[in-house]
């Protein structure tokens, strides 16, 4: 709960130097004068001015635009200090000194330091914006003259711009405000537009999805599967690349091998022809070279074979021939069967390729991916789908909790105000008020002391039930009821209806009257302060135009 309290007012005159300066009682606090026209009035007005209200009217000579007004206050514990010349506040809280240039940004202050935020909406907008302190005070002031021909609406100016004033104003206090309610349903609003939106995207993307399938002649799958089957196609590719290296590597084996053995051939043959004229000696034979078809003599032969020109050279380097030949033919029949493994794993492997291409439909990986990026974008959405269905769920939840508990305070002050209002109804002796609901602020249609009777008890009822029940509390006055010429006995019950129900509320309370009306307050809490002309004094000016917040303080 948050709760101010006046402890004083100063108020200074610079042009007439004049001042004065008026402390108040924590509780209950009667404001008194010899006769009529000293000023209760003006001091209770200037006290709710200080505020930010704009009062509707002062009293004829209070010129209050040109008074400095300086409140001390108490809000729960705290010390802060309000000051306000014309339309500009300065105010001191905790050693710090800030100023305000209009009543907007003022009340933006004080609801931010009252712990409040009080949204209304004004009849020219459908948004709701935090209200000036004007409605802020609407449920804690009764004016003398216009609280008593109209209920809460004509004291303060300004406040008839709000929609469904003053019950909206007087919801906010009791707790009623369907604000929390308003927004969870704005909220659940937004969540259902969300949904929509999404359920709307899904099926956009869907429709994607299978007009692209059919166009691409693809089936889509699962990105898990997709990235299993596209590793599983990327190792095959690798080893078929390796043995592609392989099978280049012994290729060339094979024909350097077919390249040694034409070699090895073409020096056999020379040999055995050598070899068939061992018997004879015919040094001016010519042969025939089987590489360049050119006529080589024996000698000629011998040479390029390096041999000596007898049998057992000939066929020893035969043998070796022989051998060479032997062994690379070994070789390269080792290779022909290792390249026809090789070529064999190689198109099995391609096979295995082709294979997983056309199972998993991504011979147009293009094709595949968007189709992966489109399922993983249906996924996403289908997530925020039953997210958003599940914030939706808990958020109609809390709305049906906020209008049950609606529901219940609701009914709960309406039984407060039924007995507040049947025993101010015979306390008073005013049975007007019989079909009068809670929160209903309609015209009393009463004339004259009825009238007065009846808005009297309204104003005792509403009084209790803030003090009661608002966890926002500021000083709540009534200046003078007696509007009308009313007997001894009525008199005497409407005074002990405030001593009883006003005067004893655990609030700051504020009651103009007159002096000999004071004894209906015989056994009273009630701080008096009693007022003499004039208001503000001379011989105080020096002394309290020293205690004003300076600027630059």
Known sequence: MSKLTINSITIVDYENQLANKFEFGPDSNLITSEDNGVGKSSLLKSIYYSLGASIKSFPKGWDYKKYIFQLDCGVDGN?????????????????????????????????????????????????????????????????????????????????????????????????????????????????????????????????????????KNTDGISPEEFEELQTELMAYIQITNELRGKISKISSSITTSKTKLDGYRHDLDELNKLLSMTGKRFRDIEYECTYCHSILTREQSLTRLELADNDFEIRQRKSEIEQLISDEEKKLSKSIEEIESFRTDFEEKNNRISRLKNATKIEDYVSQKVLSELQQLISKYELERAENEKQSKELAKQIRSEKKRLKEKQEDLEKSFEVLKNNLSIKIGDTSLVDRKFLDFKKVQETGTALNKSLLSLYLIYSNLLSQESKILFPIAIDSFIKNEISDKNEKKMFLAVQDDFVSLDNQTFFSVIKKNMDHFAERRSRVTLLTKPLLKQEMFEELQSELIKEGE
């Open 79 to 215: 010390n802060v200090v309000i000051q306000r010349f014309n339309k500009v506040f300065t105010v001191r809280e905790n050693d710090t000194v800030k100023s305000f240039a209009n009543e907007k940004t003022f009340s933006a202050w004080f609801q931010g330091m009252m712990g409040m935020a009080l949204e209304l909406q004004t009849s020219n907008s459908e948004k709701r914006s935090l209200a000036y302190m004007n409605a802020v005070l609407t449920p804690f002031y009764i004016d003398q003259d216009r609280s008593w021909t109209s209920f809460y609406k004509d004291a303060i100016e300004g406040v008839g711009m709000y929609v469904g004033q003053p019950k909206t104003i007087f919801e906010y206090y009791f707790g009623l405000s369907s604000e929390q309610l308003l927004r969870l349903e704005e909220q659940k609003k937004l969540a259902t537009i969300y949904k929509n939106e999404v359920e709307s995207q899904i099926r956009q993307v869907s429709n994607v999805y299978d007009s692209y399938s059919t166009d």
